[in-house]
């Protein structure tokens, strides 16, 4: 019988959303600054509390507010309970059960970010009736499309080149076959770094060009289209 896997349902849902911004992250060089985002997010819906087989309700969904600060109990002292050893070895062993398993958790969300990442879709497409569903359900808006960096953008359109200085950056560095992300984001930026003044500012401008154009024209798609099952095609 094969394993469960580590996320399911809602959780894995919630993951999946944050796929193509955990990709600019690495391109970005800011993927550990990202993830560890990301995990404060998750608990935040997903409490080390809550079982895994079990889902949070709506309204705890409906409540969750990512700019409020985290609060984290404090390890219980000895000295509070002076005489009462029984009641501060429970509260010691419930801690210490608790941040295990926000470690643990917290290791098995970074390696499904960069396991899944290369296998993301690049669709996007805010219409499907599943992932309209999915995002209320887990109290999020359809966003606007994200501002490709100019970096991304050249990178796109000289794939050739960037290929060529990662194999050479690679050489020694990576033991497996699949693409660092990492490391092929620093030899793009690296390569773009040398590019003339004219050209960084071409670039730039194509890359708000590039924005706007899908920003139109998700909106056009946004707005044609109802969050009723009959939109499926």
């Not at 396991?115 to 887990?138: C, T």
């Not at 501002?147 to 991304?152: D, E, F, L, Q, S």
């Not at 050249?154 to 497996?176: L, N």
Request: charged letters at 35%.
């Amino acid at each position: 019988m094969p394993a469960r896997p580590a996320f399911h349902g809602l959780r894995k849902a919630f993951l999946q959303e944050e796929l193509e911004k955990y990709s600019d992250a690495v391109l970005n060089g800011t993927k550990d600054e990202f993830v560890k985002d990301v995990i404060r997010r998750y608990f935040k819906r997903f409490p080390p509390e809550l079982p895994h087989d079990q889902e949070p309700t709506a309204e705890h969904l409906a409540n969750v507010d990512d700019a409020l600060p985290d609060e984290e109990p404090d390890m219980p002292d000895a000295q509070d309970y002076p005489e009462d050893q029984k009641t501060y070895y429970a509260l010691e062993e419930a801690w210490l059960k608790r941040r295990k398993e926000i470690d643990t958790r917290s290791g098995q969300i970074a390696r499904w970010l960069a396991y899944h990442q290369p296998k993301a879709s690049s669709s996007g497409d805010p219409n499907d009736f599943v992932s309209v569903m999915r995002r209320r359900l887990l109290g999020q808006t359809f966003k606007r499309p994200r501002k490709p960096t100019a970096v991304n953008v050249w990178a796109k359109k000289h794939p050739e080149i960037v290929d060529k200085a990662y194999t050479e950056a690679a050489r020694g560095v990576v033991k497996t076959k699949r693409v660092n992300l990492g490391l092929r984001g620093k030899v793009a930026q690296r390569l773009f770094s040398k590019l003339s003044k004219d050209s960084k500012k071409r670039y730039a401008k194509l890359a708000e060009k590039q924005h706007a154009d899908e920003t139109r024209e998700w909106e056009a798609s946004f707005k044609k289209r109802t969050l009723s099952p009959t939109c499926v095609g």
